[in-house]
Nanobody, 125 residues
Framework: QVQLVESGGGLVQPGGSLRLSCAAS????????MAWFRRAPGKEREFVAA???????TPFGDSVKGRVSISRDCDKTMDLQIDRLNAEDTATYYC???????????????????WGQGTQVTVSS
C-alpha cells in the first residue's frame, strides 16, 4: 500500500511561484512513476507533470510547459515547482504513483494506482 501526502499549497499572487511536495510512505519508492495532476472547479482532471523512477524522463502538460519543473529524491519526496502562476493555475493539485514499470510515465490519470488527498493552490491578487 502506498500513501501519498501533498503539501505546499496556498494563496499566491499572479506571477509568483510555488513549490509543492509529495511525501510517499512506501519502501520501494524508487520503482514508481510519480505524477502531478490538477483539477480546477468545473473542469476535468488535468495532467501537470510526471517523473520516472530515476528522474530521467519528465513529461509536462501543455498548459504548464516551460513554467514547471519536477524532481524526486531518495527520501521518498517528489517536488513540483511552478513559476509565473496565473489564475488558470488555480486548482487542487494531486500527487499520484504508478507501480507498473511503464516505459515512460503516463499522462493518463486512470493509469495511476495511488493518489494523495490533494493540496489547494489559489492564484489571486
Amino acid at each position: 500500500q502506498v500513501q501519498l501526502v501533498e503539501s505546499g499549497g496556498g494563496l499566491v499572487q499572479p506571477g509568483g511561484s510555488l513549490r509543492l511536495s509529495c511525501a510517499a510512505s512506501v519502501r520501494t519508492f524508487l520503482i514508481y512513476d510519480m505524477a502531478w495532476f490538477r483539477r480546477a472547479p468545473g473542469k476535468e482532471r488535468e495532467f501537470v507533470a510526471a517523473i520516472s523512477p530515476n528522474g530521467g524522463i519528465t513529461p509536462f502538460g501543455d498548459s504548464v510547459k516551460g513554467r514547471v519543473s519536477i524532481s524526486r529524491d531518495c527520501d521518498k519526496t517528489m517536488d513540483l515547482q511552478i513559476d509565473r502562476l496565473n489564475a488558470e493555475d488555480t486548482a487542487t493539485y494531486y500527487c499520484a504513483a504508478d507501480g507498473r514499470a511503464a516505459p515512460t510515465p503516463s499522462r493518463v490519470a486512470d493509469e495511476y494506482e495511488y493518489w494523495g488527498q490533494g493540496t489547494q493552490v489559489t492564484v489571486s491578487s
